[in-house]
């Protein structure tokens, strides 16, 4: 069509349908990234929670494999044979000792597997209840925090969501818990509860967990939510205030809906790094317990215990308490640095 | 002071004096729960025996009576009761015993750590990314991720048993200077690295500039502007720090022995001395609870830029 240059016409040509190679033009070419991905990422380029994951990550698997195949328990007394009188020889062995039997062993030319860290005062292979009490820490840990989240996020998302009176009632109440000295009333709760749960569990399932733990984990469901519900509950404030939580109420759906499909999965990057963070604190508690006599029954040990049993012969075994003192801080400071990598990573709010 | 400061510090202090309420009454139900009473277990008692020990400690009249007396005798003439395993003394005087020792242990460790972690903090704040920088992070990291009975236990075996420079007996004032170290590590590292975030925030502020560009002098803009802000938040942190300092001697003293409220209230727990248990676990926590009341309170009337709920 032919047109003056100085007319107002509008040009036709710009209005055809595109050519499939100018389609191809706009096409992207990179995968659409999604929130998860970017943050790992992220987590990915951050050395230092890289490295503390790897070490969680060792940690974690050997005190779940390696007692598969490690030819002593964590509860054989090894001096202690059927039949036989008590072999002393085998009590407090330093580090690739052996007791008396074994040594004879090796003189006819047998191999007997070393105890790496030696043995405890009652003849038990030191390695392998180190191995075990950091599976014990690490569950405390891990199980407590399960304990936490699940109460946390069902209490805080209720009085999050409802608002008004129930938020009202609900929040007086975390207020008063969070007020109370949490250490002071765990030692109480655990000291009583030690002595309630024990004939309650004779018998029972539980009773191989023992009182002590389970009494543990009480105490962690029935003072440490709050600050988990506390936190969830802000997140959902905020959130119930948006656009597609109103639009999701104009459609018909219930409160139950929009907890569990809209905000819940909307704060899950908030939640799981406090849970990680939780691990670490739950471990302090459980060794900080075990020094008091109120953590994990014998003969299980962790590694608050192990450390405890070890003040009665420090001046003579002092690797008996260096050696769970490293594990325990190697735990607690890699789960810190990982902790505080994740939020650097998936929460974008700090990220400004 | 306005009208408002002085609802919050009111609305405060009904929460607070609440709380210890509650911690009484959770302390005293708790610990009638437990399953056979105190004189349970002990050596040659026959069921008459038993009866007049109940009936001269009033454990046989109703619960909610033996709750009415112990709360209306901690309210009126601020009585424990007497203890049941130290016979003829009363719970209250083994706890202020006990509490001259722990006191002393407890201010020093919360002064030094101010002190050495505010200055920490400053310094690390001030010569940010350089090797001093670096050492005192990696230090305080490791002395916060460790637990205080094995940082204690170590802290023993080094100096009291290897090197013999100070005594493993915490009885004598010598002997107060590694359950010092060890109940002020952790509060150090945190007051440290508290310090010098907040520090690394200020020195980034508009004002701090501004200082620099008047020609203010260096060690006028570090003390007279930037230690002086950044200390707020630090401030909100003596509240836990004590209750830390609190918890954290009942296993220091144990360790290095230290005849104080930490461990009579341990030792009350493994020889089940019910009353001493309760009156150290309400004292202990009302303790608490006041602190982080006062803590609370000046940390609004410090700064006046927080807006109160």
Same mark, same amino acid.
């Given at each position: 069509m032919k047109k003056n240059i100085f007319s107002g016409h509008v040009d036709l040509d710009m209005f055809l349908p595109a050519s499939d190679k100018e389609k191809e033009y706009m096409v992207q070419m990179r995968p659409s990234s999604t929130f998860f991905r970017d943050g790992v990422k992220r987590l990915y380029k951050n050395k230092v929670a890289f490295v503390s994951f790897l070490i969680i990550l060792v940690i974690a698997l050997s005190s779940i494999l390696i007692p598969a195949f490690w030819p002593y328990s964590y509860e !054989?007394?090894?001096?202690?044979?059927?039949?036989?009188?008590?072999?002393?020889? *085998?009590n407090n062995l330093a580090p690739f000792e052996y007791g008396r039997t074994e040594q004879a062993k090796i003189d006819a030319g047998e191999r007997v597997f070393p105890h790496i860290f030696g043995t405890d005062a009652a003849g038990r292979d030191y390695f392998i209840r180190v191995i075990y009490g950091t599976r014990v820490s690490l569950a405390v840990g891990l199980f407590a925090s399960i304990i936490v989240l699940i109460i946390g996020m069902l209490i805080g998302s209720v009085s999050g969501y409802f608002g008004g009176k129930v938020d009202m009632v609900i929040m007086r109440f975390v207020d008063i818990i969070y007020s109370l000295p949490d250490m002071l009333m765990v030692i109480l709760l655990s000291a009583v509860l030690k002595l309630t749960l024990k004939p309650l569990i004779?018998? !029972?399932?539980?009773?191989?967990?023992?009182?002590?733990?389970?009494?543990?984990?009480?105490?962690?469901?029935?003072?440490?939510?709050?600050?988990?519900? &506390?936190?969830? &509950?802000?997140?959902?404030?905020?959130? &119930?205030?948006?656009?597609?939580?109103?639009?999701?109420q104009a459609t018909g759906a219930k409160g139950r809906w929009i907890i569990t499909k809209h905000l819940i999965p909307n704060c899950i990057s908030v939640v799981i790094i406090s849970s990680a963070l939780q691990i670490p604190s739950a471990i302090f508690t459980e060794s900080y317990?075990?020094?008091?006599?109120?953590?994990?029954?014998?003969?299980?040990?962790?590694?608050?215990?192990?450390?405890?049993?070890?003040?009665?012969?420090? !001046?003579? *075994?002092?690797?008996r308490l260096v050696i769970p003192a490293i594990v325990i801080s190697l735990i607690v400071l890699s789960l810190n640095l990982f902790g505080d990598g994740l939020r650097d990573a998936f929460d974008p709010k700090l990220n400004q | 002071m306005n009208s408002k400061m002085l609802l919050y510090i009111g609305k405060r202090i009904v929460l607070a004096i609440f709380t210890i309420w509650v911690v009484i009454t959770v302390t005293f139900f708790v610990m009638h729960a437990v399953p056979g009473g105190p004189f349970v277990g002990e050596k040659a008692t026959t069921? $008459?025996?038993?009866? $007049?020990?109940? /009936?001269?400690?009033? +454990?046989?009249?109703?619960?909610?009576?033996?709750?009415?007396t112990y709360l209306k005798d901690i309210v009126t003439k601020f009585d424990f009761g007497p203890s049941l395993k130290q016979r003829g003394r009363m719970v209250i005087d083994i706890i202020s015993d006990g509490m001259r020792t722990s006191m002393k242990l407890g201010l020093l460790a919360a002064i030094s750590s101010?002190?050495?972690?505010?200055? +920490?903090? /400053?310094? $690390? /704040?001030?010569?940010?990314?350089?090797?001093?920088?670096?050492?005192?992070?990696?230090?305080?990291? $490791?002395?916060?991720?460790?637990?205080?009975?094995?940082?204690?236990? +170590?802290?023993?075996?080094?100096?009291?048993?290897?090197?013999?420079?100070?005594?493993?007996?915490?009885?004598?004032? /010598?002997?107060l200077v590694l359950p010092i170290v060890t109940l002020a590590l952790y509060p150090m590292a945190y007051i440290t690295r508290l310090t010098r975030s907040s520090m690394l925030d200020v020195l980034g502020q508009d004002y701090i500039r501004t200082a620099r560009a008047k020609g203010v002098s260096g060690p006028r803009i570090i003390f007279g502007h930037a230690l002086k802000n950044s200390l707020i938040p630090v401030l909100t942190y003596f509240g836990p720090m004590l209750a830390y300092i609190v918890t954290g001697s009942l296993v220091v003293e144990q360790i290095f022995a230290v005849p104080g409220i930490g461990r009579a209230f341990v030792s009350s727990i493994t020889n089940r001395d019910y009353p001493m248990i309760m009156g150290t676990t309400i004292i202990l926590a009302a303790l608490i609870v006041i602190m982080n009341l006062v803590t609370d309170i000046l940390y609004k009337v410090v700064d006046p830029r927080i807006t109160l709920e």
């Amino acid at each position: 069509m032919k047109k003056n240059i100085f007319s107002g016409h509008v040009d036709l040509d710009m209005f055809l349908p595109a050519s499939d190679k100018e389609k191809e033009y706009m096409v992207q070419m990179r995968p659409s990234s999604t929130f998860f991905r970017d943050g790992v990422k992220r987590l990915y380029k951050n050395k230092v929670a890289f490295v503390s994951f790897l070490i969680i990550l060792v940690i974690a698997l050997s005190s779940i494999l390696i007692p598969a195949f490690w030819p002593y328990s964590y509860e !054989t007394q090894l001096g202690v044979q059927p039949g036989k009188p008590v072999d002393a020889s *085998y009590n407090n062995l330093a580090p690739f000792e052996y007791g008396r039997t074994e040594q004879a062993k090796i003189d006819a030319g047998e191999r007997v597997f070393p105890h790496i860290f030696g043995t405890d005062a009652a003849g038990r292979d030191y390695f392998i209840r180190v191995i075990y009490g950091t599976r014990v820490s690490l569950a405390v840990g891990l199980f407590a925090s399960i304990i936490v989240l699940i109460i946390g996020m069902l209490i805080g998302s209720v009085s999050g969501y409802f608002g008004g009176k129930v938020d009202m009632v609900i929040m007086r109440f975390v207020d008063i818990i969070y007020s109370l000295p949490d250490m002071l009333m765990v030692i109480l709760l655990s000291a009583v509860l030690k002595l309630t749960l024990k004939p309650l569990i004779a018998g !029972t399932a539980l009773e191989s967990i023992g009182s002590n733990m389970i009494s543990l984990f009480i105490v962690f469901a029935l003072l440490y939510w709050v600050g988990m519900a &506390r936190l969830i &509950r802000g997140q959902i404030l905020s959130l &119930r205030e948006q656009e597609y939580v109103l639009s999701a109420q104009a459609t018909g759906a219930k409160g139950r809906w929009i907890i569990t499909k809209h905000l819940i999965p909307n704060c899950i990057s908030v939640v799981i790094i406090s849970s990680a963070l939780q691990i670490p604190s739950a471990i302090f508690t459980e060794s900080y317990l075990s020094f008091l006599g109120l953590g994990v029954n014998a003969p299980m040990p962790s590694l608050g215990s192990l450390a405890s049993e070890a003040l009665n012969g420090l !001046t003579s *075994y002092p690797y008996r308490l260096v050696i769970p003192a490293i594990v325990i801080s190697l735990i607690v400071l890699s789960l810190n640095l990982f902790g505080d990598g994740l939020r650097d990573a998936f929460d974008p709010k700090l990220n400004q | 002071m306005n009208s408002k400061m002085l609802l919050y510090i009111g609305k405060r202090i009904v929460l607070a004096i609440f709380t210890i309420w509650v911690v009484i009454t959770v302390t005293f139900f708790v610990m009638h729960a437990v399953p056979g009473g105190p004189f349970v277990g002990e050596k040659a008692t026959t069921p $008459a025996v038993q009866a $007049a020990m109940e /009936a001269k400690y009033g +454990l046989d009249k109703p619960l909610m009576v033996q709750y009415g007396t112990y709360l209306k005798d901690i309210v009126t003439k601020f009585d424990f009761g007497p203890s049941l395993k130290q016979r003829g003394r009363m719970v209250i005087d083994i706890i202020s015993d006990g509490m001259r020792t722990s006191m002393k242990l407890g201010l020093l460790a919360a002064i030094s750590s101010a002190i050495v972690g505010i200055v +920490l903090g /400053a310094i $690390a /704040a001030l010569r940010r990314n350089k090797l001093i920088d670096r050492i005192v992070m990696v230090l305080t990291t $490791a002395f916060v991720s460790m637990p205080s009975f094995i940082m204690g236990s +170590l802290l023993l075996v080094l100096f009291a048993i290897k090197l013999q420079l100070l005594p493993a007996n915490g009885s004598t004032s /010598a002997g107060l200077v590694l359950p010092i170290v060890t109940l002020a590590l952790y509060p150090m590292a945190y007051i440290t690295r508290l310090t010098r975030s907040s520090m690394l925030d200020v020195l980034g502020q508009d004002y701090i500039r501004t200082a620099r560009a008047k020609g203010v002098s260096g060690p006028r803009i570090i003390f007279g502007h930037a230690l002086k802000n950044s200390l707020i938040p630090v401030l909100t942190y003596f509240g836990p720090m004590l209750a830390y300092i609190v918890t954290g001697s009942l296993v220091v003293e144990q360790i290095f022995a230290v005849p104080g409220i930490g461990r009579a209230f341990v030792s009350s727990i493994t020889n089940r001395d019910y009353p001493m248990i309760m009156g150290t676990t309400i004292i202990l926590a009302a303790l608490i609870v006041i602190m982080n009341l006062v803590t609370d309170i000046l940390y609004k009337v410090v700064d006046p830029r927080i807006t109160l709920e």
